[in-house]
């Protein structure tokens, strides 16, 4: 069901709580600001996920999120899912690619992103550039992960899902910071989860430089996907590519609409021009989508923005339970388990196993019942994309529920 209200085009009503509304009013400043609620769209912090919002001369912080460029990547190789041996790829694929904070592989990467943060425009990102080498090339937890698909015609598809790291979430803490007059290294309180939008002038100083900084985390997070899928080629034997879709979900674009120019941020949701391409991650288990864009009224009303997944409609907390991490007298980080969650997830695993799913990883937060059905909500965009390949998962690496990540998604 499409509905209107305001300023704001709601794709899939019937499927979206009151307070994901609530929330992307509030990030409507005037009358010239346009939104767009996708069917996958829950609350998220300031700003829903699944939220689009057009501004004039504003850019959210808030929208655009602390996972900058989060994304998907995709490709079609040469070989048939039949002649090769699943298991022991994913294996190899969880041994030799790091999820979580840090790089337990030993394999470190290189990449000339890392020569521009060394000499970045805005000149704090420059201290990140520990960081960001350390992480480059790391999945991270969370919903995040590396995939291997089959499509209709047995073909081998390889498809992640994650961003900007550490040094993406780096950046927007210290935009926080330098929002609320302190120095970007300075920590201070997020604030709580309908906190109004952080929105900078793009006329002023921050403005820009969070232009900048955003622009180059959006680098980084390219450059992490395309060395991650160069990896898993490279333990397949290097096969050929044929067909390739790579874009950002939590990303502000310069854009034209309705014959004005608008900053557009796209929070969790996939920029869809007509005859443009995008992967979309389902749940483990269920089948992804490369979509395309179609040019129509809805396309135009919608921003040219559609989905970036399925949606979750049940919390981490109440899924896997609540945990904490604590720090054992060795030093060492050990997650205890303070209530249980809803999902058992020995049971997720052993439905996996009976697909034929090699799953490696996970915890009961990413379980199917975590999440919207994805077919559901392709189906309340409408004729704004249409779907062109359909992969059905046969094998998902994720993190572990017990892995580390305080950049988890």
């Known amino acids: 069901m499409l509905t209107e209200k305001k300023n704001i085009i709601i794709f899939g009503r019937e499927l979206i709580e009151e307070d994901t509304i609530r929330q992307i009013e509030r990030c409507i400043t005037?009358?010239?600001?346009i939104a767009v609620i996708n069917a996958?769209?829950?609350?998220?912090?300031?700003?829903?996920?699944?939220?689009?919002?057009a501004y004039k001369d504003k850019i959210s912080l808030s929208g655009v999120g602390f996972d900058i460029a989060c994304g998907n990547y995709a490709i079609r190789t040469d070989v048939p899912v039949k002649d090769i041996r699943v298991p022991e790829i994913m294996d190899e694929i969880y041994r030799r690619i790091s999820f979580g904070i840090?790089?337990?592989?030993?394999?470190?990467?290189?990449?000339?992103?890392l020569d521009k943060i060394n000499k970045a425009e805005f000149i704090p990102?420059?201290?990140?550039?520990?960081?960001?080498?350390?992480?480059?090339g790391t999945?991270?937890?969370?919903?995040?992960?590396?995939d291997l698909f089959e499509d209709a015609e047995g073909l081998l598809w390889i498809g992640v899902h994650f961003g900007s790291r550490g040094f993406g979430h780096k950046t927007t803490t210290?935009?926080?910071?330098?929002?609320?007059?302190?120095?970007?290294?300075?920590?201070?309180?997020?604030?709580?989860?309908?906190?109004?939008?952080?929105?900078?002038?793009?006329?002023?100083?921050?403005?820009?430089?969070?232009?900048?900084?955003?622009?180059?985390?959006?680098?980084?997070?390219?450059?992490?996907?395309?060395l991650v899928i160069k990896k898993v080629l490279e333990i397949l034997g290097n096969p050929s590519v044929t067909y390739s879709v790579h874009n950002n979900h939590n990303f502000a674009w310069r854009e034209k609409h309705f014959g004005s120019m608008y900053w557009v941020i796209r929070k969790g949701c996939t920029p869809a021009f007509p005859g443009q391409k995008g992967f979309i991650g389902a749940t483990m288990g269920e089948d992804s989508v490369i979509v395309e864009g179609v040019d129509s009224d809805l396309?135009?009303?919608?921003?040219?923005?559609?989905?970036?997944?399925?949606?979750?409609?049940?919390?981490?907390t109440k899924s896997a339970g609540r945990k904490k991490w604590i720090r054992g007298r060795d030093g060492i980080r050990k997650l205890k388990t303070i209530s249980k969650g809803l999902v058992d997830f020995e049971e997720v695993k052993s439905k996996m196993s009976?697909?034929?799913?090699?799953?490696?990883?996970?915890?009961?937060?990413?379980?199917?019942?975590?999440y919207k059905r994805l077919d559901e909500v392709l189906k309340c965009q409408g004729d704004t994309i249409r779907v062109i390949f359909r992969l059905r998962p046969v094998g998902i690496a994720m993190a572990a529920g017990e892995t580390y990540d305080p950049y988890k998604d």
Do not use: W
Request: aromatic content about 8%; hydrophobic content about 35%; overall charge negative.
């Open 40 to 53: 996958d769209a829950h609350y998220g912090y300031s700003h829903p996920i699944g939220g689009a919002v």
């Open 102 to 113: 840090g790089r337990p592989n030993n394999e470190p990467v290189d990449h000339e992103v």
């Open 125 to 136: 990102q420059r201290k990140l550039f520990k960081l960001a080498q350390e992480q480059l």
């Open 139 to 146: 999945v991270g937890a969370g919903n995040h992960f590396v």
């Open 30 to 33: 005037s009358s010239e600001d």
């Open 174 to 226: 210290g935009f926080i910071a330098l929002s609320r007059g302190s120095s970007f290294d300075e920590r201070v309180r997020e604030g709580p989860m309908d906190s109004p939008p952080i929105l900078f002038d793009i006329n002023t100083d921050i403005g820009q430089s969070y232009i900048e900084a955003m622009t180059l985390a959006g680098e980084y997070a390219f450059a992490g996907r395309e």
């Open 299 to 316: 396309s135009r009303k919608a921003l040219f923005t559609t989905v970036h997944g399925a949606g979750r409609v049940m919390s981490r």
């Open 354 to 370: 009976k697909r034929g799913i090699e799953l490696r990883g996970g915890d009961a937060d990413e379980a199917p019942e975590c």
